[in-house]
């Protein structure tokens, strides 16, 4: 049988993509490694080829399709498969659902569906509404744009094509159902991406198992698929490990960026040292990525080969300073991968996950040894850098020593902001390249890449005939275009000039992507959930601070993808760009009550050190994490979807509230009309309701304290003033109070205390 890997994977990507007239209309635009007409032949699938080997191939792409939906009875249903395809190439006036607005906890509320809007990826497209609708003749105009674009294709080679060809489809098919029947909640862009995931190892599988059959297909019960995991650990650490204090922000952006590319180019790396291609990368994000692949007798030492070459590379990179985890993975049949099993599949993947890390770096520090004798001799020979303190110093930066590694990450860190385009260089991970050598940031205006082993993205931007890849960097920036250091950063803030960070994350997200779909679980709905809310975070969040008003050229982005960020800037920006981003996460899901935010922020001074404010950050994060919600209501009761600040944890309607109380307080100190000695006397009555909940009685008192302190600081007739005092006098509004005091004294133009 002749290797026909390329055709099967192109022809699986367009199974799905519409008439034969529109396949024969594009047939020009395909690789010229490729034969163009047995790509059409299997994705029409029209008839049935006299070569029992392409025939074979046309039977593994139509299963693999119905694997993607979470269905391996292809051979003892033929019904469905003659229903699926009855459907190919139809111009439907069905909307895509949006699946985060089908998301239910059983403890949560019901959700209200919403619906995708049918036009091209755009960052605001990707918000839902409950009214959309797609008409045929929208539908037609939009598969007649896609054809335009897709002739921009023509001439790139097999290794340019599919990621050109992998963004293209995403820009058209994120927004079409991949059935009008019961899966309007899977785009057709995932489930192609699944398809040419499941046909590309099966491919292999049988190709090398020397098992082509239709037998051997249709067989549920052989394990012939595994999913591994790949992790990077102590990310954050590593981010704000930064040995100077100040003039940190290219630096602690570069890092951030060094660890998604490094997430991106080892899971480019392992897919093709297993001769698979992207769309086995199932999801990627936060440093995580999960990976189907073939399982043959030679996949688990294929594995643990990739195993120890990964660690090494990350041991003499990061010299202990960060850690890189690849499971063993999960052997899978097809019964396994259908609706019924594969919640049980994912669990067993992420419990071999966790065994793995128990051994991290074992294989790497077995062979090397935990000293490496080349670092200690330089280290001995040229001092450390003073900006990482682990590597060598080569060179200086001003009067500071500094390494190659941080002297290269500070030109990229710089870049990233200017730039609209990267180039991956997976391929010299074989050879142990350095990180600069792997990842190319550059100011120069992205272009066809002709280099046969390199592939070259646009950030964020589509541009037909080049991959998309999204990416959420923000800075201030001076008038020359450079980067604002933090102590010019907070010169904008009002009042104190204090430093804010917020961190924040979705609540329970193990959960939502194991337990929120029930039934409905498929590994093509898993993906699609990951793949939505990693563009919300990282292309929908740039969009978003750079094009609001009160935001733009204020935010720091530390870093944002997957399901968290991490954002620096003046404290009163960062308190309102706080909530404002999470009534942004509540357009994207139609306010889901299953799916919600929770955030730490913290002011600090600009001259403290990064790593102390994130550490300070992550504990207000997980004071969020153990909201119970008002105590009178919902006691003992873990409700989340909470913000925290001022050591106060709050709802974020009450976190909105409170700090309007805070911009009204602080009105009234400008105005003269109310002293500093009240508002911290309100902190104060908030600090003895916490010693009364801690079992101090006594402390009750405040109350009647509080009476005598409003009526014998605020006049009478300041009635609107006076009401505002009296509304924080009972326990649960007093401590939600502290959030408007601190507010305003650091509003306060005239106050100079820094220990609020």
Known sequence: MSDQFKEVVLAAWLYNAGSVELLEAIQDCLPPEVDAGVVITLASQQTVPEDTSLAFTQQLIAYSSRLSLGLSDSKTNPEAVSK???????????????????????????????????????????????????????????????????????????????????????????????????????????????????????????????????????????????????????????????????????????????????????????????????????????????????????????????????????????????????????????????????????????????????????????????????????????????????????????????????????????????????????????????????????????????????????????????????????????????????????????????????????????????SSLGARMSLARYAEMSRILHYFFSTYYAYFVEHHPSYNNKIYTVFSGGDDLCVLGAWDVVLHFAYDFRQELQKLTNSNPSVTLSGGLVLASPSLPVRNIAETAEEQLELSKDFNGDRAVQVGLVTKNAVTVFDTSVSWEDFHTYLGYGAQLAQYMNDDKLSTAPVYKLIGFANREKQVRNGNIREMVWRSNFRYTVARTIKDENAALKNLFLSFGTADSILKARIAASYALYANRKSTEEGV
């Open 84 to 514: 699926q395809q009855s459907h190919r190439g139809e111009v439907r006036a069905v909307p895509l659902i949006n699946i985060l607005t089908t998301l239910h906890l059983s403890e949560k509320g019901s959700p209200v569906k919403a619906f995708n809007r049918l036009q091209p990826l755009e960052e605001a497209a990707i918000l839902p509404s409950s009214s959309a609708k797609a008409t045929q003749e929208e539908y037609k105009q939009h598969w007649t744009q896609f054809r335009a674009d897709f002739n921009k294709l023509k001439g790139l080679s097999f290794r340019q094509f599919l990621p050109a060809l992998v963004s293209l489809l995403e820009q058209y098919w994120w927004c079409i159902p991949a059935s009008d029947q019961d899966d309007q909640d899977i785009s057709l862009f995932q489930h192609a991406k699944l398809t040419a995931a499941f046909a590309a190892a099966l491919y292999r599988y049988h190709t090398e198992t020397g098992t082509c059959t239709a037998n051997a297909l249709y067989d549920t019960a052989a394990q012939k698929f595994r999913l591994i995991n790949g992790d990077m650990s102590g990310i954050q650490k590593y981010i704000f490990d930064l040995q100077i204090p100040k003039n940190n922000a290219k630096l602690l952006r570069a890092r951030s960026f060094q660890l998604w590319a490094l997430s991106e180019v080892c899971a480019d790396y392992i897919i093709e040292d297993f001769a698979l291609t992207s769309a086995n990368i199932i999801t990627t994000a936060g440093g995580k990525f999960l990976l189907l692949v073939h399982n043959t007798d030679k996949t688990l030492g294929h594995i643990e080969a990739l195993q120890e070459h990964l660690e090494t590379y990350f041991l003499k990179e990061f010299a202990g300073k960060l850690f890189f985890i690849l499971s063993n993975g999960v052997e899978l049949s097809a019964l396994d991968i259908d609706k019924e099993h594969i919640l049980r599949s994912i669990n067993e993947v992420g419990y071999n996950a966790e065994e793995c890390k128990q051994r991290k770096m074992q294989k790497a520090l077995t062979k090397h040894g935990a000293v490496l004798s080349s670092l200690y001799d330089d280290l001995q020979k040229n001092g450390e850098c003073a900006f990482c303190g682990v590597h060598p110093a080569s060179g200086l930066d001003g009067d500071r020593p500094i390494c190659k590694h941080c002297e290269s990450l500070k030109k990229i860190g710089e870049c990233l902001v200017k730039t609209d385009g990267v180039v991956f260089h997976s391929d010299r991970l074989k050879d142990m390249a350095s990180f600069e050598q792997l990842v190319e940031v550059s100011h120069e205006k992205q272009q066809r890449n002709t280099d046969a082993q390199s592939v070259t993205y646009i950030i964020n931007k589509f541009q037909a005939g080049l991959p998309r890849i999204n990416l959420p960097y923000t800075a201030p920036k001076e008038k020359d275009g450079t980067i604002k250091m933090f102590e010019d950063i907070v010169k904008d803030s009002a009042g104190n000039r204090k430093l804010a960070m917020f961190k924040a994350d979705i609540d329970n997200l193990g959960l939502i992507f194991t």
